[in-house]
């Protein structure tokens, strides 16, 4: 189901599960209350469109939400808050540059998010504190300079963390604890750290693979991974 211009209603469609509204020109000038009325919807995507603020605060049955190549920028802090059911939420290519660290606050089903191709700079410590059903994470291609040494350590079910091309200086110091038996992919390549220190705690650190490559490493006694 595809609408041409940039309104969207589902005035008529309250029984839609599954609307496709990609690449169409769908800007702030949506009718949130339509969307929201539309209680039924379980996959929605609005890929390649010109959305630059999301809030889809009544959608409780959604479990896959792809806003990929908008124009976003901020996401309100309670934007996800009823969406307790969501499993894969596509954020990438957008412009962010921040997030709050109740963004995802109640998304404790979220299997994968990607927050590739933006502009975020930061990442509060707390950000992934509920997501502990998280397995894929992508936060590729930002501008991302440090990371804080818990901000992964709860998401014990995480089989790909992909920091690839970010600007993350010097020391990189991180805590993991795995507890499934998968194979984690961990990626922090194309970056400039010089110093790297991983801590992988439980039964699964034999099956992690790191992959360090195009950083300012000059010797093996700045790598670290203790377990």
């Not at 379980?42 to 990929?68: H, M, P, Q, R, V």
């Not at 920091?163 to 604890?177: G, V, W, Y």
């Amino acid at each position: 189901f595809e609408i041409v211009g940039n309104n969207l209603t589902f005035n008529e469609f309250s029984d839609l599960t599954r609307p496709e509204l990609n690449n169409n020109e769908i800007e702030t000038t949506v009718d949130k209350r339509a969307i929201e009325s539309s209680s039924n919807l379980t996959e929605l995507y609005l890929i390649n469109n010109k959305l630059d603020g999301i809030s889809f605060k009544t959608l409780a049955d959604l479990t896959s939400l792809n806003l990929s190549n908008n124009q976003i920028k901020t996401i309100d802090e309670k934007a996800f808050e009823t969406c307790s059911n969501l499993t894969e939420l596509y954020l990438d290519n957008n412009k962010l540059t921040t997030l709050n660290e109740n963004t995802f606050k109640n998304l404790k089903k979220l299997i994968s998010l990607n927050l590739s191709y933006n502009k975020i700079d930061k990442i509060e410590v707390n950000l992934f504190e509920e997501c502990s059903d998280l397995t894929e994470l992508y936060i590729t291609n930002n501008k991302l300079t440090a990371i804080k040494d818990q901000t992964f350590e709860k998401l014990n079910k995480l089989i790909k963390l992909d920091l690839t091309n970010n600007s993350i200086l010097n020391e990189l110091k991180l805590a993991f604890e795995f507890m499934d038996q998968s194979l984690v992919n961990l990626n922090f390549s194309f970056n400039f750290i010089h110093s790297i220190n991983l801590e992988l705690k439980g039964n699964n650190y034999e099956n992690v693979n790191i992959n360090i490559s195009s950083n300012d490493f000059q010797d093996f006694s700045k790598i670290c991974i203790i377990s």
